[in-house]
């Protein structure tokens, strides 16, 4: 769930109309995507580097024991 300034809302609904777009579209192809790139998260890897990687973290995660 989100919610959106008013004004923010009109210019995301203008920049979906100017490109031939649904607001949902927007927010999934072009917003998410980006502010993925600037915060530096990403999808887990379906390559082999990034299946090394995933159980290179999986290996180094803590135990916890009692």
Do not use: F, N
């Amino acid at each position: 769930m989100q919610s959106l300034d008013p004004q923010i809302y009109a210019q995301l609904r203008k920049m979906a109309k100017d490109r031939g777009i649904t607001m949902q579209e927007l927010i999934r192809a072009v917003i998410v995507p980006d502010w993925m790139k600037r915060t530096g998260s990403s999808r887990p890897s379906s390559s082999k580097a990034g299946r090394r990687q995933a159980r290179r973290l999986r290996r180094t995660r803590p135990s916890i024991t009692a």
